[in-house]
C-alpha cells in the first residue's frame, strides 16, 4: 500500500506529523482503514499503510522511518502496529529520540505514549524494566533448555544469531536500506550489519 498524502507537498521547515497504520495479512482491511482514520483525526499529514505480518520485512515501516526528520512527530495507534516486543519499541524510541523526532503512541494499555513529556519518560522507563525481565526470563528458559538437551546428548549448538541473518542483510543492503534500519529489521547490532557486509566485499 502506498503512502496516503494528506497535503500535496512538505514545507522545506515546518515539521510534521506523520501516521504509521499496519495490520497483519489474517487482520481484516477494515481494521487498517480503522487506524488510518484515527491517525487523520490525530492529525496526521502523511500515512504510511500496509497490511503485512508483524515478522516479515515491513517496507512502509522502514519508509516512514526514513521519511521522519528533526522535529516531526511520529503516530501509531498502539504499540504492536510499530514494534514486535518490548525491547524493539525501546530501540525505535532511541533511535527517534537520538534524531529529534517524537512517537506518540495513542493507546498504551489505555494510556497514551508521548515520548516528548515527563510522564511518558517515567512510563518508558517501566518499559524498560518489563524488556529486561522477559529478556532475563527468556535467558533462563534457554540455559534450562540446553541444559536438558545436552543431558540427553542432543544439543549441538547453533550457528551465531547474526551470521545466520547473513542473506537477510545482503538482500536489504541491495535495496538500499540503511544499516540502522537493517538492524532493526534483522534484530542484530549496527556493527554485525558492517561486519557481515565487509566479510561479504573480502570475499568478493
Sequence with gaps: MSVISLRKRRPTVTSAIIGYARTSTAEQLAGLTAQVRELKAAGCTEIFSEQVSSVAQRAKLDEALRFVRKGDTLIVTKADRLARST???????????????????LNLGGQQLDTRNPTSKLLLTMLGAVATFEREIMLERQREGIAAAAAAGKYKGRAPTARAKADDVWRLASQGTTKEAIARIAG?????????????????
Design 87 to 105: 525491547s524493539n519499541l525501546l530501540a525505535i524510541i532511541t533511535d527517534l529520540e537520538a534524531r529529534g523526532i517524537g512517537l506518540v503512541v
Design 188 to 204: 542484530i547490532s549496527v556493527a554485525s550489519v558492517y561486519r557481515i557486509l565487509a566479510d561479504s566485499k573480502r570475499a568478493a
